[in-house]
């Protein structure tokens, strides 16, 4: 049973800090692109970050550049999301996905992944 399981939200003041991380298991992980995703209440899922299966390079929304940084430790089938300078405007569930085992390069479309965590809600107050 493939499963992806978000940790890490919670609620923090607009100008900290939180460290999502999202463990993997039940399908290989090393060699498959990895991204993070976000829902804000009432809008449609974006994209927030992505990296390769490899973990050479790594891609983010302009919203977030500069402010979040993803990795990933292939020896522990887990994604990170380093999240800095938090605005309100970053408040939302965030999800984890993972693209077929093998494809190394990922997409910012939702359809591209094949599997899904459960999401971890992220709160910024102002």
């Known amino acids: 049973q493939v499963q992806l399981v978000e940790s890490g939200g919670g609620l923090v003041q607009a100008g900290g800090s939180l460290n999502l991380s999202c463990a993997t298991s039940?399908?290989?992980?090393?060699?498959?692109?990895m991204a993070w995703f976000r829902q804000p209440r009432g809008k449609d899922r974006e994209f927030v970050a992505s990296?390769?299966?490899?973990?050479?390079?790594?891609y983010y929304a302009n919203s977030v550049k500069g402010r979040f940084t993803i990795s990933r430790a292939n020896a522990k089938s887990t994604v990170y999301l380093q999240m800095n300078s938090l605005k309100p405007e970053d408040t939302a569930v965030y999800y984890c996905?993972?693209?077929?085992?093998?494809?190394?390069?990922?997409?910012?479309?939702?359809?591209?992944?094949?599997?899904w965590g459960q999401g971890t809600q992220v709160t910024v107050s102002s």
């Open positions: 039940g399908r290989p992980f090393r060699g498959s692109a």
């Open positions: 990296i390769t299966g490899s973990g050479v390079a790594t």
């Open positions: 996905a993972a693209r077929p085992v093998g494809l190394q390069y990922p997409t910012t479309a939702t359809y591209d992944y094949e599997n």
